[in-house]
């Protein structure tokens, strides 16, 4: 059983690899951002999925904490209150995501069962109910962007 302090040292490292990747994919924007928040490659997304396959809510909070760190980076003109809830509901919405995919798909909560082909239906499913969400949030927020 694990102790708090791995659990913790999950997030840890969880946030750390979301800025790690997050600022690599800012190095990578001339080649792969299309438009303002909209990146052909978006490495954070992956190391979120991963960190939630593996770590489960402790994935998700280092997630969550690593996006709250870089959100002033690319959007430095977000209320604090709105940062926040964008923030939960991006991290949110990809963990049901991906607790929603494995349910349908009968993954087993360690993973014993999943197999390659699962991996782009999850994907798949996180990727549009993160989209619905955090898009139907910018819009009845009425945040624009200003560029």
């Keep these: 059983m694990s102790t708090l302090i791995e659990k913790l040292a999950l997030a840890a490292i969880a946030a750390i690899a979301y800025v790690l990747t997050f600022k690599v994919n800012q190095v990578l924007d001339p080649w792969v951002l299309y438009g303002q928040g909209i990146s052909l490659v978006f490495l954070p997304a992956g190391i979120k999925h991963v960190s939630i396959l593996l770590a489960g809510h402790w994935g998700a909070l280092g997630s969550f904490l690593g996006l709250l760190i870089m959100v002033p980076s690319f959007w430095p003109e977000l209320k604090l209150n709105q940062a926040i809830a964008y923030v939960v509901i991006s991290t949110v919405s990809t963990w049901v995501g991906i607790v929603l995919s494995m349910r349908l798909m009968g993954i087993h909560s360690d993973l ?17 109910l993160h989209a619905v969400l955090t898009n139907s949030f910018f819009v009845l927020g009425g945040v624009e962007d200003n560029q």
Excluded: A, E, G, Q
């Excluded at 014993?112 to 549009?128: A, M, W």
């Design 112 to 128: 014993s069962n999943l197999k390659i082909l699962h991996l782009p239906v999850l994907d798949l499913v996180t990727t549009l």
